[in-house]
Nanobody, 123 residues
Framework: QVQLEESGGGLVQIGGSLRLSCAISGRKDTITAVAWYRQAPGMERELVAFITSGGSTKLEEPVKGRFTISRDKAENTVYLQMNSLKPEETAGYYC?????????????????WGQGTQVTVSS
């Protein structure tokens, strides 16, 4: 079993920054990826970014240049640094971990999900 716990959400003004953390515990697998998703009320869940166990990263187009995904291997934690936040990015942010390989851009690749942390960007 794998457990993920997000933290770092909160209320921020337009243009502000937040750093989300995803602490991962439990079973360790060789080939993995950790992704950040977000979901606003009434909207579909969308991928924000992912990082693989090999260190490759991908950020989705809407956040490129403003968000960064990184990891601390020793702490088994993945971070999402979010800068220049916009009101439309208000959402619950969730981290997820997958270990089956394949296309990490697909949410079906991720078996374990955290409970989420709320980000609210005020206008």
């Amino acid at each position: 079993q794998v457990q993920l716990e997000e933290s770092g959400g909160g209320l921020v003004q337009i243009g502000g920054s937040l750093r989300l953390s995803c602490a991962i515990s439990g079973r360790k697998d060789t080939i993995t990826a950790v992704a950040w998703y977000r979901q606003a009320p009434g909207m579909e869940r969308e991928l924000v970014a992912f990082i693989t166990s090999g260190g490759s990263t991908k950020l989705e187009e809407p956040v490129k240049g403003r968000f960064t995904i990184s990891r601390d291997k020793a702490e088994n934690t993945v971070y999402l640094q979010m800068n220049s936040l916009k009101p439309e990015e208000t959402a619950g942010y969730y981290c997820a971990r997958g270990s089956s390989g394949g296309n990490w851009a697909l949410d079906r690749q991720y078996e374990y999900w955290g409970q989420g942390t709320q980000v609210t960007v005020s206008s």
